[in-house]
C-alpha cells in the first residue's frame, strides 16, 4: 500500500492552503488571547485541546446514501451525550465538510484523531442544516437528525472528504462557546464513473474452528462423537455462519471455504452424538445443519469457490516449528488431497485447491516453500507483510518465482471490519472508511487499472459479517470498482515495479511467531500418525479407523488453536489417549508362573481381541531367556500367526522341552507382519523339574513296597475277622444251653412253691434292685485282653 500516495487532480494547491492556514491563525489568535490571557501559545493550544476531548461523545449511527451522488440528500442521525459533570447549554449540533483528502495515509491519519483540532477540522456549514439544543444535562443524551442536500455540501470534483458532525456549546465553568465533542467519518463522492475501474476481489471465508472428535459409535454408521455443540449455535439463524450465508449469497465475493466445516456439518445433519462431562449425549441440531448445507448449496451454485487444505493448517507454524519433524508435510499433502472430494461431495461443485492462505497474511521463505508444497501456485499475502515503496497501490498479483504467485492483499482494506461493530455507530464508521479508501485507490492512477485483493479476517463475527455485507451494497452501483474473482486476480497483469522479493524471515511478527504451535506438537502428531500406522495393519477393516483419526490430526494442526494453546494440547491428548485405547483392545492375557515336570509340555498363551471387528496379519512370539534350559519348539524362540475375531480369544499353544532343571523367564510379544512390536510385552516364568531314570526307580520301589503292605494288612485283618466270627458262633451256642437249663429249674420250683406271693416277697427281700434287672452273665472287666469265649461290651 502507497503510504504517501497523492491522488491526482484532488484539493487545492499548496500554495493556497499554507494561505488559508496563516489567516485562520491570524484571526483565530486574538479570541484565543482574549479568552486565555495568562497563557502563551503553546500552553492556550494544549488547554484548547483539553476542553475539546471527550466532555460530550458525539455517535454518529448512520449516514445515507453512503456514497451520495448530484442530487441526494445526505442524512446522518445520532447522538450527544454529556459525559461532564456540568450542564452544555446553547448548544448546536453542525456537521462539518473538511477538502479533499490528497492520499490514503491522509484518511488513516484523519481515522485515528481524537478531540476537536482548530485549523485542522473544517468549518461547519452552519445556516439551516445545524440542530439547536438548548440545554443537555449531565449523563443526558440526544438524537439528531442532520439532512443536507449534496448540492450544499460544496463537493464540486469527486474525491474522499474530511466529514465531521460536532457539538458546540458551553458550561457554567466556561461560559463561552467552545466545540466539546466531535466525531469524524469519509464522504466518498464520485458522481460519475471513473475511465479505470479498479478490479475487487473480496474473499468471504467460511471458516470454524474444531468440533468433532476422533471417536465414533461402535455402530455400522460410526456415529460421530463432538467434542460440543457450539457449531449449531453458529449455523443457526442469527449465528455468524448463518449470517455469512445468507449474506454472501447476493454478494459478489469470492467463497473461501474449510472442507472440515462442511464435514462437522453434514455429520451434525445426520445422528450425532455431543461430550457433556464424561458421558455422551445424542445431538439435536439435524434440522438446523440441514438447512444451513441446504443454502449454502444455492450461494455458490455459480460462483468461484476456493477450498483451503482440510482443517485449515497453521502454514506458519508448518514453516517455522513442524518442517523438521519427520512427516509433518505429509499432513499438508493429505489435507489438501481430502479438500477436493469434500467439497465436491457435499457442495457438488468443483472447487480450486490452488490457493494457500497463511495467517494475517504474513509470509517469509520458509513459509512461501511450505505453502506450495502440496501444489498450491498462489499464495495469499499482505501488504503489510509484502511492503512497497511506491507512490500508490500495486496490482496484488506478483509473480516470485519457481512458478509461485503472491497474491498480495491489502492491509488497510482487509482489517477495515476488525474489532467490535455490534455498535451502530462503529459499523457505519467502518463502512465510510472503506469506501473512502477503496476510491482513494482508485483515483491514485485513474487511468491505469489495477486488481486489488480483499482477505479479510478468517472467522467475521455475525456483525462484522453485516458490516462488510453493507459496504460492499456501498460498490454495487461500480462507479470505481468492479467485482473479479480471486482466480482472476491471481492472472491478472503484474505491476513490473512492486516488489516481487519475499520478505525475510526476521520481518516475521514476533506476536503471530508466539502464537504458533511448538514442535512438541508436531512430535506428539507424529507418534499419534505412527501408532495408527501400525495399528491399521492388523484391521481387518480400517476405513472404520483411519479416516476419523486422519481428520483428527489435520484438525490438531489448524490455524484456529491459535491463542488457544492450552485447548490444543487437551485434543491432542484426547486423540492420542483415545488411539491407544482401542489398540490395547487386542492384547495378551497375563499369565502366571509355570511348572513343567518332564522333558516336554504344551504352554499356552491366549490373545484377546475386544474390538468390534477381526483382526489378521499379527503374529505371537514366544521366546525363552535360556535355551540351555528350556526350548520352544527346539529353538530359543518360536511364532505363530494369530487371527482373532471380533469380541473373541484365542489360546496360541507352544512345545517346550526341557534340558536341564530351574527357573526360564519367557517372554510373549505379538508383532505385525513386518516385524514390528505390537503393544508390550508379557513376561512368565516356567519352572523346569526334569526327572531322571534312578529317582524313577527309587519312585516305582517305594510304590511296590506300599502295595505289599497292603497286601498283607488285608490279609492279617480277613484272618482276625473269621477267628472272631467262630468265638461268637461258639459263645451264642452256650447262651442257648444255659437258657434252656434255667428254664426247666424254674418249672421245678414252681411246683414246689405253693405261695406265690411268699415266692416274691422272699424275693424282693433277697434284691433291693430293680424287680426288672437280669442277673449279670460276665464277670468284672478288667484290662486283659478278652479271652477267646468272652463277649466284649462295645
Known sequence: MAEAAAIQGIGPSPARRRLRRLITLAFAAPLLAGFLPGLTAPEAQAAESASSTGSVDVSVDTLTPSAPVEGDTLTLTGSVTNKGKQAVTDATVDLRVGPRMTSRSEIEDVSGRRGYRDGSDPYPLGGAYRVKIPKLGA???????????????????????????????????????????????????????????????????LISTTHVSAETGPDLQQTP????????????????????????????VTWVIDPDLLASVDAMAKPYRVKSGTTEVPGKNQNVAEEWLDSLERAVQGKKVVALPFADPDLASLAHRGKDVPGSLSHLQQATALATTTVETILHVKPSTDFSWPVDGAVDPSIMSVATSAGAHNVIARSDSFRDDLPYTPTAARPVGGGTTAIVSDATLSTAFDGDLIRTENSTLAVQSFLAQSLAVTLERPEDQRSVVVAP??????????????????????R???PLDLMGAAVAPPDTDASQQVPRGSAYPKKLRAQELDADAFKQMKRTREELDDFQVILTAPDRVVPPFTNAISREMSTSWRGQAASASLYRQDVHQYLLSLTREVQLIEKSDLTLSGRSATIPVTVQNRLLQDVDDLKLRLTSSNKTRLQVDGEAWAERPVKIEGGHSQSVKFPASANANGPVTMTAQLYTADNTPYGPPMQFTVKV?????????????????????GVRMYSQRKRAAARNAEAEAEADADAEEAEAGTDAEGEAEADADPDPEASAEASEDADPGQPSDPTPDTGPESGDPSGPGEKVDR
Not at 689 to 708: H, N, Q, R
Open 139 to 205: 449523563g443526558l443524551s440526544q438524537d439528531f437528525t442532520l439532512s443536507v442536500p449534496v448540492s450544499k455540501l460544496g463537493v464540486d470534483d469527486p474525491g474522499v472528504y474530511q466529514l465531521g458532525v460536532s457539538l458546540t456549546g458551553q458550561t457554567a465553568g466556561q461560559p463561552y462557546s467552545r466545540v466539546l465533542g466531535i466525531e469524524r467519518t469519509f464522504l466518498p463522492y464520485q458522481p460519475e464513473e471513473t475511465e479505470k475501474k479498479t478490479q475487487l476481489t473480496y474473499l468471504w471465508p
Open 225 to 252: 462423537v463432538f467434542e460440543n455443540d457450539d457449531l449449531a449455535a453458529e449455523i443457526a439463524p442469527g449465528g455468524r455462519l448463518h449470517e455469512m450465508v445468507s449474506l454472501g449469497t447476493n454478494l459478489p
Open 457 to 478: 479476517q478468517r472467522m467475521p463475527t455475525a456483525a462484522q459479517a453485516q458490516t462488510m455485507a453493507t459496504a460492499l451494497q456501498g460498490l454495487a452501483p461500480g
Open 480 to 482: 470505481w470498482t468492479t
Open 689 to 709: 523339574s526334569e526327572i531322571t531314570p534312578t529317582v524313577m526307580l527309587v519312585i516305582a520301589g517305594g510304590v511296590l513296597l506300599l502295595v505289599l503292605a
